[in-house]
């Protein structure tokens, strides 16, 4: 270890985890026995069918007709999983016969509520009943325009128990984000909330919610939600969808049978259309959930989400263990940053998840939760969406907890699950991310090809994991599918992130090899910033970076535009603005703007971003990219004149 460890297990309470009990069940079967978290993992990569064959023997997964092989064909792309199968995700969720309860809800706009298991099960055949009524059926697509709440929880598990498709985006998105997504998979039903409160501030959404339903042609039939008690025309309110008490049924479906569709942005085109399936999900789901995280049924399990980001279904599939989850919608930062604190002293939180922004803003707050609230049963914290800084760590020790488990984790929409992270077997140490995910091969990779150990590299994983995409919407050869992240290993998955494996097995991610704009955990791709920015009036061309801050914090959005003559950057600065916080994201909102005759592009006329990111961190012109593959070979010493001449923030 290169620094000084901030949490140990120790042997009992090693035993007493999740993954010690799995370790105990492999070796009563034979298999092992393995003395090390690092054995256990080597194993996990080494035999993959044995190893996720143990995973779906040992959480019991229920199917109406065996599989015949639990992973077919282990080729990237290429796999399948559990074939022959017919199970329900929303079935193993259902399937928990115990009392208490399964979701507790806080928000910004109404009361605290929670249902109980036998009241979530009760709202999914009643949402069941109503989105039948309304026409879906087996692979028909719903898609949600809601906030974390537990309705958007019980019409997913509904729409999932019958076989349909799910896919949803956040309020806070703007209408051209919301129909870019939607757009591509023609949705039968669209589920729309009428607005929200966040923090002090009603944002009514009743409008974009009626654009959005313009732009999806495909729609049969809207629900309305009345969430600030505004109705939207010519609806189907949320009390119609679920007046009927209906019991449950499951349709079986084949493991690769599209589960939600999530959207994850490239550097061009539209937004990813990522296919995740029911059996993928749910083996990946049930192994990092319980054996990572180490969730159990006494657990109160807090991701701070919208329902736009993936952490959302992550957070869902809590419920795949028997905990209860905690959901929250709103500002996390009003009346002041201790809002999520004191909601997990309220709801009695054991695991509490954010982004390593929050935290790091919390740092830099002076915040001093663990002395400032009852946080006695907290025993877990994860982080994600950016990678934590040492400082980090080292304050959620002094400031959250000295005996909590630290989990930083990182992964991806992709996967709709995390590569690396935490364990309850791996010790923490500051700014570093303890050890691999057990099934998940991951190297690092140089420009060759060439696994490293101890050097920065490209994240790959040279193993198949069951949550990898069955495929993109709309891509039926899986020619983008296989572009997105084969194109550069054959056979071997490219990610996207910098990663640093040290020889014990505990990593550093340094940032995207990418051009994605991630904020605040809300990825936005560079072309969708573009598409936003070139509709304004007087902007010929852009190009965006993101200048990620070393301590954790939201970094810089730095935007250059090319105008048309006689246009001044001063009278486009405000309308972009509006632009970007109205139609995607107000996280997407540049922090400074500056003009230059011609953006840079290569002959073919795609934008250099990261030559451009280069040289604003410092790098010459000359080092970043050659002057005879560029259109304009000056418009790079342009960005340099920009460089030279910002402040440092």
């Not at 119609?240 to 008490?245: F, Q, S």
Request: glycine share 10%; hydrophobic share 40%.
């Amino acid at each position: 270890m290169s620094a000084a460890r901030l949490w140990t297990p120790t042997p009992e309470s090693i035993a007493g985890s999740n993954i010690g009990r799995f370790n105990s069940w492999l070796a009563s079967r034979g298999i092992g026995p393995f003395a090390s978290y690092a054995e256990l993992w080597q194993w996990s990569v080494s035999d993959t069918a044995g190893f996720w064959s143990a995973i779906a023997d040992y959480f019991e997964i229920t199917t109406s007709s065996p599989y015949t092989s639990i992973l077919e064909n282990p080729t990237m792309p290429g796999a399948r999983w559990l074939v022959d199968a017919g199970l329900n995700y929303a079935e193993h969720i259902l399937r928990h016969d115990v009392e208490g309860t399964a979701i507790i809800a806080h928000s910004q706009t109404r009361r605290p509520s929670s249902l109980s298991w036998a009241d979530l099960a009760d709202q999914v055949g009643r949402a069941r009943a109503g989105l039948r009524r309304l026409g879906v059926g087996r692979g028909d697509r719903v898609a949600a325009y809601l906030p974390n709440v537990p309705e958007t929880i019980v019409a997913f598990l509904a729409t999932a128990s019958l076989g349909a498709v799910w896919s949803s985006c956040a309020p806070e998105f703007g209408v051209q984000a919301v129909v870019d997504r939607f757009g591509q998979i023609d949705p039968k039903v669209l589920l729309a909330v009428d607005g929200y409160r966040y923090g002090t501030r009603d944002i009514d959404r009743r409008s974009e919610a009626q654009a959005i339903r313009d732009g999806l042609p495909s729609l049969h039939a809207t629900v309305a939600l009345p969430y600030l008690d505004g109705p939207l025309p010519d609806s189907v309110t949320w009390d119609e969808l679920v007046a009927e008490a209906t019991p449950l049924e499951f349709e079986q479906v084949a493991a690769d049978h599209p589960l939600y569709v999530l959207y994850s942005s490239g550097t061009t085109g539209m937004p990813k259309p990522i296919v995740h399936g029911h059996g993928g999900i749910l083996l990946e789901h049930l192994k990092v959930l319980a054996l990572h995280a180490d969730l159990r049924p006494s657990d109160h399990f807090f991701w701070f989400t919208t329902t736009g980001w993936m952490m959302w279904n992550f957070l869902v599939s809590g419920l795949l263990t028997g905990s209860t989850i905690v959901t929250f919608d709103g500002d996390p930062a009003t009346p002041s940053l201790d809002c999520l604190w004191g909601l997990a002293e309220q709801a009695e939180i054991t695991w509490f998840g954010a982004s390593a922004p929050y935290f790091m803003a919390c740092r830099k707050a002076g915040a001093t939760p663990g002395r400032t609230f009852d946080l006695a049963r907290l025993r877990a914290v994860g982080s994600t969406g950016a990678p934590l800084p040492a400082d980090g760590f080292r304050w959620v020790y002094e400031s959250v907890g000295a005996d909590v488990m630290l989990s930083s984790i990182s992964g991806g929409t992709d996967i709709c699950s995390a590569f690396v992270g935490g364990c309850p077997m791996v010790p923490v140490v500051a700014g570093e991310i303890p050890c691999r995910y057990l099934g998940a091969a991951v190297e690092a990779f140089d420009e060759a090809g060439h696994s490293v150990v101890g050097e920065q590299g490209e994240l790959v994983l040279t193993q198949p994991m069951p949550s990898m995409p069955i495929g993109f919407w709309g891509d039926p050869d899986g020619s983008r599918y296989r572009a997105a992240y084969f194109d550069t290993y054959p056979g071997v998955w490219r990610h996207g992130d910098w990663i640093t494996i040290h020889p014990d097995g505990s990593c550093v991610i340094t940032g995207r090899s990418d051009a994605t704009l991630n904020r605040g955990g809300v990825r936005i791709g560079t072309s969708e910033i573009y598409r936003v920015v070139e509709a304004v009036d007087g902007v010929d061309d852009s190009l965006i970076v993101h200048l990620e801050d070393s301590d954790g914090g939201a970094g810089r959005l730095v935007l250059f535009v090319a105008l048309h003559d006689g246009v001044d950057v001063e009278t486009v600065v405000d309308p972009i603005r509006a632009a970007l916080r109205s139609d995607l994201s107000p996280r997407h909102v540049p922090d400074e703007i500056h003009s230059l005759s011609s953006i840079p592009t290569t002959l073919s006329g795609k934008k250099l971003e990261l030559p451009v990111k280069k040289i604003l961190r410092g790098s010459e012109p000359d080092t970043v990219a050659s002057r005879g593959a560029l259109k304009n070979p000056d418009s790079l010493d342009d960005v340099a004149r920009v460089a030279h001449s910002r402040p440092n923030p």
